[in-house]
């Protein structure tokens, strides 16, 4: 038997040994959920069965505009019955899963408590999609979408995002920048926002830093929630006018009750 071979089993073995907590239930993982390589048992995190399909979604139909899982193929050929009268800036889009039920409900824990390890749970469960698409296979670079320095002193030094792509990278080998892009204007929350005034609160939000670094390169951009994609039709403006070849944006949950 091969060393290839035999690392399942070892996987396995330390399974039941050690078997991990569910992030979310605290449940004990189901051994039976045999892991497919050695390194599986820390990437599965030990979700179990029931909260995995919950948050998960493993065979749904996506709309690969604005990135909202569907219960039914869109009937548009171009985005989703959210998204379709929009024309957002980026060439693709990738979530977890929509921004309800337990998924809502885990984001909002990682960023109320400032968890940094439930965030790096859920970025590896985005990792798992951005390594099913094929369109991300040539990301050259990933940016997280920034904080301002005046948001980053009263959250503690917690960003979400950036923790969603330090994990996002360990598991996929795009590299991570957090210096390229940045915030150079306070924003308020856009969750508290109207669509319209969205748009207005990111308006020039955003600078490239670096741009030789930008130029030509498919560019990854990650953030934890894409409400009305005011944020990230901004950022991806920024980085198209520095010279990005292709913004794919990837995102923890859809939220589409504003759109
Ligand atoms: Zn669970
Ligand atoms: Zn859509």
Request: net charge positive; hydrophobic share 40%; with cysteine.
């Amino acid at each position: 038997m091969s060393i290839k071979e035999k690392l399942p089993k070892v996987a396995d073995a330390l399974r039941l040994l050690f078997p991990p907590n569910c992030p979310s239930c605290g449940v004990e993982s189901d051994c039976e959920q045999s892991s497919q390589s050695f390194f599986s048992i820390w990437q599965a995190d030990g979700w179990c069965q029931d909260c995995r399909v919950q948050i998960d979604p493993q065979n749904s139909d996506r709309c690969l505009h604005c990135a909202a899982v569907l219960a039914q193929p869109s009937p548009y050929t171009r985005g989703c019955a959210s998204c379709y009268r929009q024309q957002f800036p980026f060439d693709f889009a990738v979530s977890v899963h929509n921004y309800q039920g337990l998924l809502r409900d885990l984001v909002i824990q990682a960023k109320n408590k400032r968890d940094d390890t439930l965030m790096a749970q859920l970025g590896r469960l985005l990792a798992h999609q951005i390594k099913k698409h094929p369109q991300t296979a040539d990301s050259d670079l990933m940016i997280s979408i920034p904080s301002h320095w005046k948001r980053r002193f009263f959250s503690k030094g917690f960003h979400a995002a950036a923790l969603i792509a330090q994990n996002v990278e360990k598991m996929t080998g795009i590299p991570h920048s957090q210096r390229i892009l940045c915030s150079v204007k306070p924003t308020l929350k856009q969750g508290t926002l109207s669509r319209t005034a969205r748009l207005e609160n990111v308006r020039n939000a955003f600078a490239c830093k670096h741009p030789k670094r930008i130029v030509g390169r498919n560019i990854l951009l990650i953030d934890d929630v894409m409400t009305s994609g005011a944020t990230m039709s901004e950022a991806t403006k920024v980085l198209r006018r520095a010279g990005a070849k292709k913004v794919i944006v990837a995102v923890i949950a859809r939220a589409t009750s504003v759109d």
